[in-house]
Structures are given as C-alpha cells and as structure tokens.
C-alpha cells in the first residue's frame, strides 16, 4: 500500500495561494445580507408558580417578533422538564 504524502512547504503554498484568491475574490462592496432580528417577547404569565399538575392563574404567552413586528403563524409549544 502506498500512501501520498505531501511535503509542509508545499502544502502551505497552496493554503497561502488559496487565501490570496479569496482576498482578491472578495473585493468590492459585497456583504452579507443584514440578517433580521428574530425575538421572542414574553405577553402574559412570566414567573408563576404552580404545583404540579395544577393551572397557572394567567395562561403563558409570547409574540414572535421580527425587527419589531409581530410575526403570525408561528408555531410554540411550552414543555416542562
């Protein structure tokens, strides 16, 4: 069985030659999209206590917001652990 081996200067030539192209690659006035910002924001019913199976007095709620406005369809489920 043969193995191939490459030698450390030449792998560090291909890693700086690679870096290089991606430097020159990425000139210009590209960015990355400004990505929105998601938030979960709490309606109703934030530190209560309850025993063990029993009801809250206030049900739990929360909005899902997305740079501020409220987003609808969203799905959330409340899981004790």
Known sequence: MSMS???????????????????LGCGGEAAAPAVPAFR???VAGDRQEASVCAAVPVAPAIRFD????PQPGVAVRFLCP
């Open 5 to 23: 081996h490459r030698s450390p200067s030449r792998f560090f030539a291909v890693e700086w030659l690679l870096a290089v192209v991606l430097a």
């Open 66 to 69: 997305r740079d501020g406005t």
């Open 40 to 42: 979960l924001v709490t």
